[in-house]
């Protein structure tokens, strides 16, 4: 084929669009500064085999040549460094880039394959996938949107990004404010039997749930504290999986104001109840919001 009758490739993820050609980023329509070759080359590669593992040694065999003298791991992290920065991606919790720490490195959003003959972005090309993978084709309008995302929960790309450290204090004190909850229930329990009784409430079956509940609870605030203060590695996914139990023991536990009904009076209850059955999902957003600043290290 002649090459100005040769087919050209533009891969599209998210907002994004790399053409092969060129080696141009763009963004929304809009083309990113430039990126250094390797970096081309690098997601070029990624992209053609999406969800699947690329490893190092791959490409060095294609990127780097045998017989080029160079410091192979500064020049590939380098080069991962500078497409996270321009995806606006992170290492900690990727949209676009995974990093399988020894082994290599997944491109895991959806991938849009489309095909033209040397046409340029705006043109109505052809659009296939490739066949020995499995791209994702969407709608236009639906490109910058993850898979399975729920109307009801924010994502990451809806949130406005926050230092890690204010995500890291603001995410503890909750922490602690649950913790508190359930010591002191339980350290006070005969006086929450009282006020069961007192307001004629199954007060048996409340109490084995609080008991329970709180025993529950405790460990799992104490692995967040943990998990934060020594910076697990993971921790928004593992919070994201989670989420749903968390959610269940969180809106419980909002109820917990109604403890000291006496004390606070029914009004400030129901006020205090209201905002704590929002709490668990700012702490999901807290740690998309953090966790989606560029992080420097793979």
Known sequence: MAESERESRTFRFGVFELDEDSGEL???????????????????????????????????????SRDTFVDFDHGLNTAINQLRSALGDSATNPRFIQTLPRRGYRFIAPVELVVGANSPPAAANARRTVDEVPLAHTEPDQRDRPPLRSPLLSDARDLPAVSPGVVRILFSLIQLMYLSFYLISLARLH???????????????????????????????????????????????????????????????????????????????????????????????LLLMGFSTQQASD
């Open 26 to 64: 763009r963004k929304e329509g809009k083309a990113l500064p430039r990126l250094r070759d390797q970096a081309v080359r690098i997601l070029l590669t990624l992209l053609e085999r999406p969800r699947n593992l690329v490893t190092r040694d791959e490409l060095r065999e294609q990127i780097w």
């Open 191 to 285: 006086e929450v039997q009282r006020i069961l009784t007192e307001s004629r409430r199954p007060a048996s079956l409340i109490l084995v749930v609080l008991i329970i509940t709180a025993a529950v609870g405790i460990p799992v605030r104490l692995y967040m504290l943990a998990a934060v203060a020594f910076n697990y590695r993971g921790l928004n996914e593992k919070f994201q999986r989670l989420f749903p139990f968390i959610l269940l023991l969180d809106e419980l536990w909002a109820l917990a104001p109604f403890l000291m009904v006496e004390a606070i009076g029914t009004g400030l209850a129901i006020g205090v109840t209201a905002a704590l059955l929002y709490v668990p999902f700012s702490q999901r957003s």
